[in-house]
């Protein structure tokens, strides 16, 4: 399969999401065409003289709520949300992501299901977070897990690269998404070692320089833990 990925993320802090993207795996993708990745500035839908994105809101509390506005100007100009009379209507194939700490949490499962899609956009909230409406806009809300950042960045980056390295051809050795970490949701994987064969007195396990690859196998089904 010849699979092709779009990634769009929407960003108050695209210098602090480029870099990462460029480096190792995904820079890799990224040449090789299997991966395209767009990081986009959302002060550029502001519609505001100062660039301004956020506002106090409303009831009262403390810090500031990013604005509905420009995260809705920025899927209809990214073509991920066309505009049909009044209505707003999804694109073909592709998935809007709210980055969300009240989200459904991600797993490798859902790295999978991403995966399918031509074209994905993660919105990054900052700040307090984001008006509940820009919930609206986007196909799910997902969190990483049961904790709070200072903004969507991390939670979108983690996703992207959960996601780029299933994509066949991104990892070198294929082989090596067969047998890994919460490929089934619960297993992960047996341990891995290499030279030296000793390291301050900590020896391999014998079996492992073996040569007998049955009884590898075994040792490693043994020690893949949570698995059946
Ligand atoms: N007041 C919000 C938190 C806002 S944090 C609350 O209590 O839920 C600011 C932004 O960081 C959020 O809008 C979201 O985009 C991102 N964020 C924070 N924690 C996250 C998590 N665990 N997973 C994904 N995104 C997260």
Same mark, same amino acid.
């Given at each position: %399969?010849?699979k092709? !990925?779009?990634i769009?993320i929407?960003?108050? +802090? ?5 870099p ?5 795996? *995904? #820079? ?8 395209? %990745?767009?990081?986009h500035? *959302?002060?550029? $839908?502001?519609? /505001?003289?100062? #660039? ?6 409303f009831?009262? #509390?403390?810090?500031?709520?990013m604005?509905? *506005?420009? +995260? ?8 991920l949300?066309?505009?049909?009379g009044?209505? &707003? ?7 809007? !992501?709210?980055t969300?700490?009240k989200?459904?949490?991600? &797993?490798?499962?859902?790295a ?5 899609y031509n074209?994905?956009? +993660? ?7 984001? /008006? ?8 799910e ?5 049961p904790y709070?950042?200072? #903004?969507?960045? =991390?939670?979108?980056?983690? %996703?992207?690269?959960?996601i780029?390295?299933l ?9 090596? =998404?067969?047998?890994?970490? $919460?490929?089934d949701?619960?297993?992960?994987? @047996?341990?891995? @070692? ?7 007195? $900590?020896?391999?396990?014998?079996? =492992?320089?073996s040569?007998?690859?049955?009884? !590898?196998?075994? $040792? ?9």
């Amino acid at each position: %399969m010849k699979k092709k !990925i779009r990634i769009d993320i929407v960003t108050l +802090f695209p210098e602090a999401v480029e870099p990462y993207l460029a480096a190792s795996i *995904l #820079g890799r993708a990224q040449k090789s065409k299997k991966l395209t %990745m767009k990081i986009h500035q *959302l002060r550029k $839908w502001s519609h /505001d003289k100062h #660039g301004r994105v956020d506002d106090r809101p409303f009831g009262g #509390g403390a810090g500031m709520v990013m604005k509905v *506005l420009p +995260f809705h100007e920025a899927l209809v100009a990214l073509k991920l949300r066309t505009k049909v009379g009044k209505k &707003t209507v999804a694109a073909k194939k592709t998935r809007v !992501i709210l980055t969300s700490a009240k989200g459904k949490m991600f &797993t490798q499962s859902d790295a999978k299901r991403l995966l399918k899609y031509n074209r994905l956009v +993660f919105l990054c909230g900052r700040y307090e977070g984001v /008006d509940e409406r820009v919930a609206k806009l986007a196909d799910e809300e997902i969190s990483i897990g049961p904790y709070v950042l200072t #903004g969507g960045e =991390l939670a979108a980056m983690v %996703m992207t690269d959960a996601i780029v390295r299933l994509c066949p051809g991104v990892l070198g050795a294929e082989a090596s =998404l067969i047998e890994e970490s $919460w490929i089934d949701g619960t297993s992960v994987e @047996y341990p891995q @070692y290499t030279r030296p064969e000793i390291y301050l007195g $900590w020896r391999v396990p014998p079996i =492992l320089l073996s040569g007998d690859h049955a009884k !590898i196998a075994s $040792w490693r089904k043994h020690l893949t833990r949570g698995s059946g």
